[in-house]
């Protein structure tokens, strides 16, 4: 199986320190909120979770590269990090997990289906592939209404370009030349299935080709890696270029759920083997030696993040779970009672 690519070495791509160092907390903040949710479930205390560790890059490069308030992002389940670095609330996430009644979506949502209409988020289900289509229709309006400016960024799996949906949306895209960025997070895994056994061939960026887009290869371990190449397919979006294909590699540490055994799929030395790309401990290091933080600073960040996640898991678990009476609200147009 071939290992996530790494870049020869992390270059700022024009941030300031402050960015830099945003990029960082970030990083940390989606890994603590992943760990705090298997360790809620092995409590008993929330019935599923899942994990983005190894995604960590990605989703903080990505965030850097939306424009908050112009962009909209359609994200996938694994995207706790990206949703949080474009301004969802991390306190919605705890909720999310909970199932409590003040959460977005009324606690009726599987954890990890993040949505935020007012700062750009569109809601998705957990049907793979599914929101492809809809992230393909907002760029679709984008360029009906004749938006300048805007882009779409739809998020999602190596496992999803198997799926139909995914193929027709990125051709109508291609077609319609509309101005959207498809994003793969590649961690080599579709549950349980390699990407060997799901495609012949090497990069999912190679797809690209079939449908008249370019395609283009990241570093998944090195969010200014990813920055840089989610910011320039973002830019020629907004600008009438039509859509991109940007593929990040990176590797799934945990399970692919708390539902997962991935024991029975994979080695532990495996998993060991790939450590070595960690994106936090890597990017740690860069910060270091370029004098950008100091491992002093870095700890003394590490424990405000673990305050911060401390402070909404004890809010979050404190509230109610919804009301019975709302059981049927939001789910049929008109009158919520339900076909008898």
């Known amino acids: ?15 300031s320190d402050e960015q830099l160092q945003w990029v960082l907390r970030n990083m940390h903040l989606q890994r603590t909120i992943d760990n705090r949710g298997f360790q809620l479930n092995r409590q008993g205390k929330i019935p599923f979770a899942t994990g983005s560790e190894g995604h960590e890059g990605i989703h903080a490069g990505a965030a850097l590269a939306f424009e908050r ?18 301004g969802m609330d991390p306190f919605d996430v705890l909720l999310g997990m909970f199932a409590r009644g003040a959460e977005r979506q009324g606690g009726r949502q599987f954890p990890s289906h993040f949505t935020d209409h007012a700062i750009g988020i569109m809601s998705f289900s957990s049907i793979i592939a599914a929101h492809c289509p809809h992230a393909a229709g ?14 779409v960024l739809c998020c999602f799996g190596d496992g999803a370009t198997s799926e139909g949906e995914w193929h027709e949306a990125m051709n109508f895209s291609a077609v319609q030349r509309l101005p959207i960025v498809w994003l793969c997070e590649n961690n080599e895994w579709a549950i349980s299935t390699p990407r060997t056994h799901q495609m012949a061939i090497k ?34 979006a907004r600008t009438g270029g039509g859509p991109t294909l940007v593929e ?47 491992p002093e ?20 678990e404190a509230l109610p779970y919804p009301e019975p009476s709302q059981l049927y609200v939001n789910v049929y147009e008109g009158t919520h009672e339900p076909w008898l």
């Open 1 to 15: 199986m071939a290992k996530a690519v790494e870049s020869p070495a992390f270059e700022r791509r024009g941030l």
């Open 69 to 86: 308030g112009k962009d909209v992002l359609v994200p996938y389940y694994r995207d706790v990090g990206l949703c949080v670095g474009v």
């Open 138 to 151: 907002a760029a679709y309006g984008m360029k009906y209404r004749k938006e300048q400016d805007r882009a």
């Open 203 to 236: 990069d999912v960026a190679q797809k690209a080709d079939g449908y008249g887009m370019p395609g283009a290869i990241c570093d998944g371990s090195d969010p200014l890696s990813v920055y840089a190449a989610v910011k320039a397919a973002l830019d020629r």
């Open 248 to 294: 990040a590699k990176c590797y799934r540490f945990l399970s692919h759920t708390t539902d997962d055994d991935d024991r029975t799929y994979r080695t532990s030395e495996e998993i060991e083997k790939h450590r070595e790309l960690d994106p936090v401990p890597k990017y740690e290091r860069y910060l270091v030696e370029r004098g950008v933080m100091s």
């Open 297 to 316: 600073e870095i700890e003394a960040l590490k424990k405000d993040v673990l305050r911060e996640v401390n402070e909404i898991t004890d809010r979050a």
